[in-house]
């Protein structure tokens, strides 16, 4: 289970399939990064039970352009 609240920056993931751990935690912290929208065909679809990490242009420079307002890693 993963949760995300964007506003303050929070994600928390606990329990879960362990073969999907890492994508939830991926999933959640997309949400801080991109925010609460879902898409599809995804790493940030809505339904996370079969292991997809695809991640398009677009969410990759959302992700990036985040990660450098917030000063880069
Ligand atoms: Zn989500």
């Known amino acids: 289970m993963g949760l995300a609240w ?14 999907l751990l890492n994508e939830i935690m991926d999933h959640e912290l997309g949400h801080l990064m991109i925010g609460p929208q879902h898409e599809n065909g995804t790493f940030m679809r809505d339904t996370l039970q ?23 890693f």
């Open 6 to 19: 964007t506003g303050n920056g929070i994600a928390a993931v606990a329990g879960g399939q362990a073969d």
């Open 50 to 72: 079969v292991i997809n990490r695809r991640v398009t242009p677009v969410q990759r420079s959302i992700m990036l352009r985040n990660a450098e307002r917030l000063g880069s």
